[in-house]
């Protein structure tokens, strides 16, 4: 009688246990993040999706060109204008000879940008007061020779700050 009551107990516990013990399982972790801009001043990409990914530069095989980069940012000050400078040269290098280096334009809002510690006016007083859409672009300057074949890296830092107010 033990014995049938040891095997009934034993046959009936895998019944017993959660179904879910012994399905699949996946798992995804990502991170998530925001940057709430303060309303009095903020410059920002209008789409947020590509400022932290590496941005490549289109190469037309056609014509050996290689093409630009254009961008928009959301602009807005309390009243006064938007200065930018460049925080480095701006260079993307192939790691070798740096007469290979491919030098970049920085233009914002149709400024272009040098890495002079004063910063230079990009959006006025008046436009950035109202808030408004502005163009960011990066250009390849011409290489004498041509481009030499590579993979090539850098990167393009800019600084903005708010102008000291007229007065």
Request: with cysteine; net charge negative.
């Amino acid at each position: 009688m033990i014995k049938q009551a040891a095997i009934a107990l034993c046959l009936s516990l895998p019944a017993s246990i959660h179904p879910t013990a012994f399905a699949a399982q996946e798992k995804h972790t990502f991170e998530v993040s925001v940057d709430i801009p303060t309303l009095g001043f903020y410059v920002i990409p209008s789409e947020a999706d590509w400022i932290h990914r590496e941005q490549t530069l289109p190469w037309d095989i056609h014509n050996s060109t290689l093409l630009g980069l254009r961008k928009s940012f959301d602009v807005k000050t309390d009243g006064s204008a938007i200065e930018a400078r460049l925080e480095n040269f701006p260079y993307l290098t192939a790691g070798g000879d740096s007469r290979d280096n491919i030098v970049l334009r920085v233009s914002f809002n149709g400024k272009e940008l040098t890495q002079d510690p004063t910063p230079q006016e990009v959006v006025s007083a008046v436009e950035a007061g109202a808030g408004r859409r502005v163009a960011l672009e990066i250009v390849p300057r011409e290489q004498p020779g041509g481009y030499k074949p590579g993979e090539y890296n850098g990167s393009v830092n800019i600084v903005f700050n708010v102008a000291a107010p007229a007065g």
